[in-house]
């Protein structure tokens, strides 16, 4: 059992620092990948960037450039930075823990997902 817990978040200014926290209890491993989601009313969940556990990201093309994955594995936490954010990002923010787990042969992945912090960007 994964647990996830999101901080960071607000009315935000276009331009300027911002940090999403996440932090993940239980049994995070080796082979499990954090990933910040995004989910606008009314559209599909969104993968906006994920982080393996080797420190390899990968990030939807809209952010590349503006936004920045990171983890520190000692602690199971995952960090999201931005540069920039456009008014139509405007949404919640959702950290997830792709989980791996079995054993030999028979492996399954199981997502656990935060409560999703709210982030509105104000001009």
């Known amino acids: 059992q994964v647990q996830v817990v999101e901080s960071g978040g607000g009315l935000v200014q276009p331009v300027g620092s911002l940090r999403l926290s996440c932090v993940g209890s239980?049994?995070?491993?080796?082979?499990?990948?954090m990933n910040w989601y995004r989910q606008a009313a009314g559209k599909e969940r969104e993968l906006v960037a994920g982080i393996t556990y080797g420190g390899s990201t990968s990030y939807a093309d809209s952010v590349k450039g503006r936004f920045t994955i990171s983890r520190v594995n000692a602690n199971d936490r995952m960090y999201l930075q931005r540069i920039s954010m456009k008014p139509e990002e405007t949404t919640v923010y959702y950290c997830?823990?792709?989980?791996?787990?079995?054993?030999?042969?028979?492996?399954?992945?199981?997502?656990?997902w935060g409560q999703g912090p709210q982030v509105t960007v104000s001009l």
């Open positions: 239980g049994t995070i491993g080796s082979s499990d990948v």
């Open positions: 997830n823990v792709d989980h791996m787990t079995g054993s030999g042969g028979s492996w399954k992945s199981i997502k656990y």
